[in-house]
């Protein structure tokens, strides 16, 4: 009976604390790369994209179950090659080179975009 309760008082805090997550306050720490920051290295893409074509785009929200090591240089942006298979328009951020850890030393994260509605 009692493990039953608190296997139940675990989950609701399970609950709570994934109901708070948000890419808001997802943020980088020393040892991981925040989605927050991934999603704004694609919105400055996007903007400069934007700027130079017809065409007008905005960006949406990274797949929340990424976790990547932080990285150890400046985040770079680039349009998802079709060559990969893709098939909606994303913003590929890179990472040239992660914070030394025992997973990756390199990544890239698929950040997908789509064209802002028409104005009439």
Same mark, same amino acid.
């Given at each position: 009976?009692?493990?039953?309760?608190?296997?139940?008082?675990?989950?609701?805090?399970?609950?709570?604390? &994934?109901?708070?997550?948000?890419?808001?306050?997802?943020?980088?720490?020393?040892?991981?790369?925040?989605?927050?920051?991934?999603?704004?290295?694609?919105?400055?893409?996007?903007?400069?994209?934007?700027?130079?074509?017809?065409?007008?785009?905005?960006?949406?929200? +990274?797949?929340?179950?990424?976790?990547? +090591?932080? $990285?150890?240089?400046?985040?770079?942006?680039?349009?998802?090659?079709?060559? &990969?298979?893709?098939?909606?328009?994303?913003?590929?951020?890179? $990472?040239?080179?992660?914070? +030394?850890?025992?997973?990756?030393?390199?990544?890239?994260?698929?950040?997908?975009?789509?064209?802002?509605?028409?104005? +009439?």
């Amino acid at each position: 009976m009692l493990r039953s309760i608190l296997l139940t008082i675990a989950l609701s805090a399970c609950a709570a604390c &994934l109901a708070s997550w948000s890419i808001e306050t997802d943020r980088s720490t020393p040892d991981k790369h925040g989605l927050f920051e991934i999603r704004e290295e694609a919105r400055r893409f996007i903007a400069q994209e934007n700027a130079k074509r017809l065409e007008q785009w905005d960006v949406l929200e +990274p797949n929340a179950k990424v976790l990547v +090591p932080r $990285c150890a240089v400046p985040l770079l942006a680039q349009w998802m090659p079709k060559s &990969l298979g893709g098939s909606k328009a994303s913003v590929t951020v890179i $990472c040239a080179a992660a914070v +030394p850890n025992g997973v990756m030393k390199r990544w890239d994260v698929h950040v997908p975009v789509e064209r802002k509605p028409a104005r +009439p």
